[in-house]
């Protein structure tokens, strides 16, 4: 292993939370960084949107670069750390160019990664360059180094994951507060947890990219956005937290993946209900937590915060130390090149227990409709809640089920949809036993 002496040439492109974050952990633990490298990890240019902006960092000496894509072409940078966003645009021809001009890249997009990460994949490597990505799923907690290198001994069974911190943070807050999706996602802005636009985020997509970078490296092929089945959180309900804790569940986003025994890949992005006692349901705020199954380590649980400036700078901060000791290795695990395209579980052939809550008028027959349903579409029930309630108001009829197909389980929801006594459209979470 080579370890050169000479400083490696850093140039930032995005000084925001994260890049802000990088800096300062550059300048403050330098001579924790130069002795564990055996290098000098210097800052030579930065680049953002607007240069006048008051950002708290000292840039005494740090060249300042208007356009963030001449750091991909400078003579006296040998590393370009993208921290800008978004799989396109500026970020893209960053990476791209940076790696055509020889430099390593290091980002924290999954954006990016997971809509383009074989191709630039490919270029890292025809380069002989690093692309590193730790920051780009679950913040502080060294997933992508456990998957590719800590556990490389292991075939992935399952990754079952909290890779949303604001997801967490609403889900948690609406349990403890007994409040409302809308009330409490309010709060979450005001205080800056949650975007001013939240979709990204509460819709499953954050959550979605990251889970198919997490899938193609566990089953190695390339990510595959498009394959992924993707449900938010909007749609929970105090009403349904309530429950979710009558019956001993706790309700989480989870991205879920795992390779079937056809080698098809599931990847799904959903809120699930799971037993109070696993781990995951101890995960709370806005921390995230990974649960990886392998087959000679068994289960292995990593929690930790997946978001904010020093969780998200530690694991770019990390990537910079293995490339300046030049560890440089396929970024996707196995050469981009050989990587299969992922061939992908439809969610309709999931078998698996659900949450139904079914609002009603409660008319003398309603049960018997909703049970003639389950029957007619081969769904045995094993437990239901009715509370008293006042005569002729609606009614919440909660169902749990036995081990059904997802494809059973869609055709008496369009048929209990369609009742005329149903007030709501039918409620259903799946349960997961992670
Ligand atoms: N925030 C987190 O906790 C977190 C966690 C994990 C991963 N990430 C990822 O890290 C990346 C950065 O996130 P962030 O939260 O730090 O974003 P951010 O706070 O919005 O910062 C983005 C930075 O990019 C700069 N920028 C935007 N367009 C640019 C352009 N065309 N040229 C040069 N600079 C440009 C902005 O400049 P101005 O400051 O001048 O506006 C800003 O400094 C994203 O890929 C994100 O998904 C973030």
Same mark, same amino acid.
């Given at each position: 292993?080579?370890?050169?002496?000479?400083?490696?040439?850093?140039?930032?492109?995005?000084?925001?939370?994260?890049?802000?974050?990088?800096?300062?952990?550059?300048?403050?633990?330098?001579?924790?960084?130069?002795?564990?490298?055996?290098?000098?990890?210097?800052?030579?240019?930065?680049?953002?949107?607007?240069?006048?902006?008051?950002?708290?960092?000292?840039?005494?000496?740090?060249?300042?670069?208007?356009?963030?894509?001449?750091?991909?072409?400078?003579?006296?940078?040998?590393?370009?750390?993208?921290?800008?966003?978004?799989?396109?645009?500026?970020?893209?021809?960053?990476?791209?160019?940076?790696?055509?001009?020889?430099?390593?890249?290091?980002?924290?997009?999954?954006?990016?990664?997971?809509?383009?990460?074989?191709?630039?994949?490919?270029?890292?490597?025809?380069?002989?360059?690093?692309?590193?990505?730790?920051?780009?799923?679950?913040?502080?907690?060294?997933?992508?180094?456990?998957?590719?290198?800590?556990?490389?001994?292991?075939?992935?069974?399952?990754?079952?994951?909290?890779?949303?911190?604001?997801?967490?943070?609403?889900?948690?807050?609406?349990?403890?507060?007994?409040?409302?999706?809308?009330?409490?996602?309010?709060?979450?802005?005001?205080?800056?947890?949650?975007?001013?636009?939240?979709?990204?985020?509460?819709?499953?997509?954050?959550?979605?990219?990251?889970?198919?970078?997490?899938?193609?490296?566990?089953?190695?092929?390339?990510?595959?956005?498009?394959?992924?089945?993707?449900?938010?959180?909007?749609?929970?309900?105090?009403?349904?937290?309530?429950?979710?804790?009558?019956?001993?569940?706790?309700?989480?986003?989870?991205?879920?993946?795992?390779?079937?025994?056809?080698?098809?890949?599931?990847?799904?992005?959903?809120?699930? #209900?799971? &037993? @109070?006692? $696993? *781990?995951? /349901? %101890?995960?709370?705020?806005?921390?995230? =937590?990974?649960?990886?199954?392998?087959?000679?380590?068994?289960?292995?649980?990593?929690?930790?915060?997946?978001?904010?400036?020093?969780?998200?700078?530690?694991?770019?901060?990390?990537?910079?130390?293995?490339?300046?000791?030049?560890?440089? #290795?396929? &970024? @996707?695990? $196995? *050469?981009? /090149? %050989?990587?299969?395209?992922?061939?992908? =579980?439809?969610?309709?052939?999931?078998?698996?227990?659900?949450?139904?809550?079914?609002?009603v008028?409660?008319r003398p027959g309603v049960l018997a409709d909703v049970a003639a349903i389950c029957r007619?579409?081969?769904?045995?029930?094993?437990?239901?809640?009715?509370?008293?309630? $006042? *005569?002729?108001?609606?009614?919440?009829i909660?169902?749990?089920?036995?081990?059904?197909?997802?494809?059973?389980?869609?055709?008496?929801?369009?048929?209990?949809?369609?009742l005329?006594t149903?007030?709501?459209?039918?409620?259903?979470?799946?349960?997961?036993?992670?």
């Open positions: 292993m080579t370890q050169p002496d000479s400083p490696l040439r850093i140039g930032i492109a995005g000084l925001g939370t994260v890049g802000g974050g990088v800096v300062t952990i550059l300048q403050q633990q330098a001579a924790l960084l130069s002795a564990r490298t055996g290098r000098t990890l210097q800052l030579v240019a930065v680049s953002a949107r607007d240069q006048s902006k008051q950002r708290g960092l000292s840039l005494d000496g740090v060249r300042w670069e208007t356009d963030a894509t001449a750091l991909a072409t400078a003579a006296d940078i040998d590393l370009v750390v993208e921290l800008i966003g978004g799989a396109e645009g500026t970020a893209r021809t960053l990476v791209m160019q940076a790696l055509q001009h020889g430099k390593h890249v290091v980002t924290a997009n999954k954006a990016l990664i997971a809509a383009h990460g074989a191709e630039l994949a490919a270029l890292a490597e025809a380069k002989g360059l690093g692309l590193a990505f730790e920051a780009a799923v679950a913040g502080g907690i060294p997933i992508i180094k456990t998957l590719r290198e800590g556990l490389a001994a292991n075939r992935y069974q399952r990754i079952t994951a909290i890779l949303n911190g604001t997801c967490n943070y609403i889900l948690t807050t609406m349990e403890k507060s007994g409040r409302d999706f809308d009330d409490v996602l309010a709060e979450a802005q005001a205080k800056g947890y949650a975007e001013a636009d939240p979709s990204f985020d509460i819709d499953g997509v954050d959550t979605a990219h990251k889970l198919a970078i997490v899938a193609a490296l566990a089953f190695q092929c390339r990510p595959n956005l498009d394959a992924l089945h993707i449900e938010g959180i909007r749609r929970i309900s105090k009403t349904d937290i309530h429950f979710a804790r009558e019956l001993g569940y706790r309700i989480k986003l989870l991205g879920i993946t795992e390779q079937r025994e056809d080698g098809t890949v599931e990847q799904r992005v959903h809120p699930c #209900m799971i &037993p @109070l006692n $696993a *781990p995951l /349901a %101890t995960v709370d705020d806005a921390y995230n =937590a990974v649960q990886i199954a392998g087959d000679s380590v068994g289960r292995l649980f990593l929690e930790g915060r997946g978001a904010g400036a020093g969780p998200t700078a530690s694991a770019v901060v990390a990537d910079l130390i293995d490339l300046a000791r030049g560890h440089a #290795m396929p &970024p @996707l695990v $196995a *050469p981009a /090149a %050989t990587l299969p395209a992922l061939r992908p =579980a439809d969610i309709s052939s999931l078998q698996g227990e659900y949450y139904l809550r079914l609002t008028v409660d007619d579409a081969g769904i045995s029930v094993a437990s239901l809640i009715q509370h008293a309630h $006042a *005569p002729e108001e609606p009614v919440d909660v169902l749990t089920t036995h081990h059904t197909p997802e494809s059973q389980m869609q055709q008496a929801l369009a048929a209990m949809g369609s005329p149903m007030m709501a459209p039918p409620q259903m979470i799946r349960i997961e036993a992670p």
